[in-house]
T-cell receptor, first 115, second 115 residues
């Protein structure tokens, strides 16, 4: 079965600095999708970025980029130029081919952006 | 438009009540999901509907009864709940469930308290 690990329960970053949130995964399936979601205190899960297992290039979406290292089974999220509004819980998640698009989430990282 | 709406935002119910949670999307998505999220934990999948048919039930107790009246609507009927069922209930949708590469879009959730 697949597994997602986020080892950083909490992170602090200064405003305007970059921050990396770690995510490692474990699966023997060659085809999978990796996702990052942001969950502010309001509760809504906001989709940030997606990386497919066969994608050759790292995904980017505005200030978000995904550092995909397939051999190491890692999919770290990099947020550049942090803003106060980035303070939230961040979840790494994955789906498998044949898994019915079932999202498996990591335990999350609580990010706080400070002035 | 990547909006998924959920009503109500908050719900307090007694253990003998019957209530329903509603979810709606107008993105033409053919897969819809219910998740349960306890505080400071990742979401846990409950049900998946694909093309209006129930395709995954993650061994959810029968006091939770899902319904998909049409491709845009998803309901979760609640009956005889327990206090431990108090949680944030999230609805999500995706293009379909046949590929692991489709992101899921979440609604803002319903915060349920069972007294």
């Amino acid at each position: 079965a697949q597994k997602i690990t986020q080892t950083q329960p909490g992170m602090f970053v200064q405003e305007k600095e970059a921050v990396t949130l770690d995510c490692t995964y474990d699966t023997s399936d060659p085809s999978y999708g990796l996702f990052w979601y942001k969950q502010p205190s309001s509760g809504e899960m906001i989709f940030l970025i997606y990386q497919g297992s066969y994608d050759q290039q790292n995904a980017t979406e505005g200030r978000y980029s995904l550092n995909f290292q397939k051999a190491r089974k890692s999919a770290n999220l990099v947020i550049s130029a942090s803003q106060l509004g980035d303070s939230a819980m961040y979840f790494c998640a994955m789906t498998l081919t044949g898994g019915g698009n079932k999202l498996t989430f990591g335990t999350g990282t609580q990010l706080k952006v400070e002035l | 438009d990547t909006e998924v709406t959920q009503t109500p935002k908050h719900l307090v119910m007694g253990m003998t009540n019957k209530k329903s949670l509603k979810c709606e999307q107008h993105m033409g998505h053919r897969a819809m999901y219910w998740y349960k999220q306890k505080a400071k934990k990742p979401p846990e999948l409950m049900f998946v509907y694909s093309y209006e048919k129930l395709s995954i039930n993650e061994s959810v107790p029968s006091r939770f009864s899902p319904e998909c009246p049409n491709s845009s609507l998803l309901n979760l009927h609640l009956h005889a709940l327990q206090p431990e069922d108090s949680a944030l209930y999230l609805c999500a949708s995706s293009q379909d469930r046949t590929s692991p590469h489709y992101e899921q879009y979440f609604g803002p959730g319903t915060r349920l308290t069972v007294t």
